[in-house]
């Protein structure tokens, strides 16, 4: 086949998404596909048969980079009729669309739960005027009522808010979870336990609830503190992994001695089994990968119902909730915390390369209808 991927910037060290079209595509073009990349900017591939298609975009501010990106893709696609066009978002013009952030309309509604409830929809009258909202909702109107691609959803709740907004049929949508590198993340990692705990300052017999996010605000780190000061009377500490800054070191004055702020890292294989519970309060969140990556290590996961990888939890391995509800986290860390077993049987997740296969199937369907028609 012929594949072109839409992505911004081609670089595995940006983002998900970022990583997924990296990964996507010298997996594909391993396989023996010739692979076209259709990007603002990009890191050299790895393989020949990956080439790089830049475009001249607005940079500033994002909704133009966004709305210039997609019409240049746009203007290029359409010169390579022979190919397979598969894309993530900030474009419409495509074959096969996977929305890894999941929908727009969906992840607004839930992004501004993080505002008291008496200001809610003045934000989301506010936001609705932004230029960035206008073109990221035109952008999927386009998507869904135009182009109507074939849909790779990553979670079954993000095949629902599709069904939802857009009354796109089953048949066009297929439910393909994001996978997980399985060789690097298991239960076998518990040798380095004591470890990771030295290295951060934990002892041996605490009980460590860990929390990992690069966008601390978006995913509930608020709601994690006002959980963490219902729950004074126990003894524990959380490990908090990604991007930190003075605002939030300010927010946890009065629990300095709970929280630990680790930065980033770069064996976060190592860092789950150290821990005994990862809490994920996400506002919205397509398919979190450190859900699984926790469950695979084999640790207990708290998360909230709005993320699509809760429907892999179940009573035996952790607790979903409401969003933006702090007692609810705070009862759930407690039923944790009380009840904590010599650890779980590690959940089996598809490998990465499993899921590619499955979306390469996808693609050699719409090209062998193609070829027919």
């Given at each position: ?134 073109v990221q909702r035109e952008l999927e109107n386009r998507i869904f009522r135009k182009s109507r691609p074939e849909i790779i959803a990553i979670s079954k709740m993000v095949a629902r808010d599709i069904r939802s907004w857009f009354n796109c049929p089953d048949k066009m949508i297929h439910v393909i979870p994001n996978g997980i590198d399985l060789s690097k993340f298991s239960t076998e ?185």
């Open positions: 086949m012929k594949i072109c991927i839409a992505i911004e910037k081609f670089n595995p060290h940006v983002g998900g998404a970022e990583r997924y079209c990296w990964d996507f595509a010298h997996f594909l073009a391993e396989r023996g596909h010739e692979v076209e990349i259709i990007c603002i900017k990009a890191k050299d591939p790895l393989h020949p048969s990956i080439h790089i298609i830049e475009v001249m975009c607005i940079r500033f501010p994002q909704a133009l980079r966004h709305l210039s990106f997609a019409v240049m893709h746009y203007l290029k696609a359409r010169s390579l009729p022979e190919h397979i066009h598969f894309c993530v978002g900030n474009t419409f013009y495509m074959d096969v669309y996977q929305p890894h952030g999941g929908l727009h309309r969906a992840w607004f509604l839930h992004d501004t739960l993080r505002y008291p409830d008496y200001l809610r929809k003045y934000i989301r009258f506010a936001k609705r005027l932004s230029l960035k909202d206008v990692n518990k040798k380095y336990a004591l470890q990771v705990r030295s290295r951060y300052g934990l002892e041996p017999e605490d009980f460590i609830f860990l929390f990992v996010a690069n966008n601390l605000t978006l995913k509930g780190f608020d709601v994690l503190l006002r959980a963490c000061r219902m729950l004074d009377h126990l003894d524990f500490k959380v490990l908090v992994v990604g991007t930190e800054d003075v605002r939030n070191r300010k927010k946890d004055r009065d629990l300095s001695d709970v929280i630990r702020f680790a930065g980033r890292s770069e064996d976060l294989e190592k860092i789950y089994p150290a821990c005994d519970c990862l809490v994920h309060p996400s506002y919205y969140d397509a398919c979190s990968l450190v859900v699984l990556e926790a469950l695979a290590s084999g640790i207990v996961v708290i998360t909230t119902s709005t993320n699509g990888a809760s429907m892999f939890i179940t009573k035996d391995n952790g607790h979903v909730i409401d969003p933006d509800d702090p007692g609810a986290l705070a009862a759930a860390m407690r039923e944790v915390y009380y009840h904590k077993g010599p650890g779980l049987a590690p959940m089996q997740f598809q490998d990465q390369v499993d899921v590619f296969s499955k979306v390469e199937r996808v693609l050699l369907n719409i090209s062998s209808k193609n070829l027919k028609g």
